[in-house]
Each structure stands twice: as structure tokens, then as C-alpha cells.
């Protein structure tokens, strides 16, 4: 297969590009390099809206998962805008540019988030369920719409609904480990909120898998079976790295320090299981959250 790649820097963009790329597939990536493309590249730039069409002829298949990082720092008016254009327009770009190809390819996995349901308590989600409310559930609402032209087109389109993913690469729990390897770890807020995460390896399988399944289309969850608490997950990591978890940080100060984006990412509870990946055969090596987190960090302690 050909593949294309956007943000293949980041934490799965990388791993895809690692894992991937085979003496049977070619992992192409979509870059912005002043400086112009490399081999296996293709430039475009989201804001001035362009894109080297041409280099996307003859994929098999689109990963997309380029955009400005959500969960670093406040979210500002510029930050949020910013956030939107790298998203939305960026991926309303994309999706336009190969609908208009001779040939497009099969497939067009474009990545979102489980913010797309908001706040939403103890209750259980799945990807019927309907959007939040809020910044990130309309943005990830905005996002999934943008891939609309090349749905048109013909091309099978995936928005991946993507957990907290665990990793010791990179992400949410990168962050953590430094903190509470000093014993200086607690709950966030209350503790009540549910986190849905998933380990980097099933997040890629789980790509692999929609890569190759003709059958799945639009929404889908990319989220282990068993979301927990944060309360619960604070409790499991310090277990796991035989540390204290004492020091909660309370909602006040975290709205104080970050804003809007505390509550929306850090805070907001969202019980989201993967039910149409489990409907379609995917099974996550990891399922429980303790053993998924000691072969995550253990290497390294």
C-alpha cells in the first residue's frame, strides 16, 4: 500500500511513519518545509490554502492527523482560532484536494477526539450517541464535517474518535510521568470524571485494522473497552510506579492556571466505549487499565 501521512511528527503520526512503513508499503508524509519537500513528501500549507495535488495521486489510503495541539496552554482567542483553521480548514483542504483526484484513494482516515461528546457525566457513550456542548465537542463536530467532499467524492471516510492516548513517547501521560515519579501526583478536581484512553500500540492496530476493513465508515471510537476514573487512574499510575498520589489538584486552581481548556479536556467526564470497532472484530491487546500502564511505563522506571 501507499499511505499518506499528515502529522507525522506528532505521537501516532510518528509511530505510523516507524511501524508502518514495510519493503511492501510506502509511507508517504504531507509536510510544510520552507525549504520544499524531500523524498516521500508532499507540501501544502493550511493557512495560505494550498496543497501539491499532484503528489497525491495513487495512495491507497489517507491518515490525517495534522492540526495545532489541543492541550497546551489556555486557550486564547488567537489559540482557539489557530486551532480551528489547522483542523477544520486544514482538513476541508485536504479532503477537497483529493476528491479531486484521477485517482483517489480507498480510504480516508481522518482523526477527532472523544471531546466530540462534551461533558457528559457517568453516561455511557458510543458512537451514536450526539454531540456535546462547548468549544471542543463543536470543534471536533466542524472537524468530522470537513471530511464531507471527500465523502462525496466516493472515498470511505473514518473520523477517528481518539482517546487519551498512553504512551511514554509522548502525550497526556508523557506529562504525567515526571510528576508523579516524584510523588507529587493526585486526582484532577474531584477525581469523578471519566477518562477514556487507549495504549499507542492498539490506537495503531486499531488504524491498521480500519485501514483494511471495506465495512467501517464515518464515526468510530478509538478507545479501550474500560474507561476509568481519574480518580481510579491517578490510584493505578501511582501504584504502578510505587508512588504516593496525595497532592490533588483542585478544579479551581486548574481553571485559574489553564481556563476554558481545564475544563473541557482535564476536568469534563466522557464514558466512551468502541463499540463498532469491537462490532467489527478489532481486539485491543490492552483492556484493563493496570497491566496497559505497566507495559507502558516499566521499561523506563
Not at 207 to 222: H, I, Q, T
Not at 244 to 257: D, F, K, Q, S, Y
Not at 273 to 293: D, I, K, V
Request: with cysteine; glycine share 12%.
Amino acid at each position: 500500500m501507499r499511505i499518506l501521512v499528515s502529522g507525522a511528527s506528532g505521537l501516532v503520526g510518528s509511530a505510523i511513519v516507524r511501524r508502518f512503513a514495510s519493503p511492501a508499503d510506502e509511507v508517504v508524509r504531507l509536510v510544510r518545509r520552507e525549504s520544499g519537500p524531500g523524498p516521500a513528501e508532499v507540501p501544502w500549507n493550511p493557512e495560505a490554502g494550498t496543497i501539491a495535488a499532484e503528489g497525491l495521486e495513487g495512495l491507497d489510503a489517507v491518515v490525517h492527523l495534522a492540526g495545532e495541539n489541543l492541550g497546551t496552554g489556555r486557550w486564547t482567542r488567537a489559540k482557539k482560532a489557530r486551532i480551528r483553521t489547522s483542523r477544520v480548514d486544514g482538513t476541508r483542504l485536504l479532503a477537497s484536494a483529493l476528491a479531486g483526484l484521477k485517482r483517489p484513494p480507498k480510504v480516508l482516515i481522518s482523526a477527532s477526539a472523544v471531546g466530540f461528546y462534551g461533558n457528559r457525566g457517568d453516561e455511557e457513550l458510543d458512537e451514536q450517541s450526539p454531540p456535546g456542548t462547548g468549544f471542543l465537542a463543536g470543534l471536533c463536530r466542524d472537524w468530522e464535517a470537513a471530511t464531507e467532499p471527500a465523502a462525496q467524492a466516493g472515498i470511505r471516510v473514518v473520523t477517528a474518535r481518539f482517546g487519551v492516548i498512553l504512551a511514554r513517547e509522548g502525550g497526556a501521560l508523557a506529562r504525567m510521568l515526571p510528576i508523579f515519579r516524584l510523588g507529587l501526583g493526585g486526582r484532577l478536581g474531584s477525581g469523578r470524571q471519566f477518562m477514556s484512553w487507549i495504549t499507542l500500540d492498539d490506537a495503531l492496530g486499531a488504524l491498521r485494522f480500519v485501514v483494511a476493513d471495506d465495512s467501517l465508515s464515518g464515526p468510530v471510537n478509538l478507545v479501550a473497552p474500560n474507561p476509568v476514573t481519574n480518580r481510579e487512574f491517578t490510584k493505578t499510575l501511582g501504584r504502578v510506579l510505587h508512588r504516593p498520589t496525595l497532592l490533588p489538584a483542585p478544579a479551581l486552581a486548574l481553571r485559574i492556571a489553564l481556563g476554558e481548556m481545564a475544563g473541557e479536556m482535564l476536568l469534563a467526564s466522557a464514558r466512551v466505549l468502541p463499540r463498532r470497532l469491537l462490532a467489527s472484530g478489532f481486539r485491543p491487546t490492552a483492556r484493563a487499565l493496570e497491566p496497559a500502564l505497566r507495559a507502558t511505563v516499566e521499561p523506563s522506571v
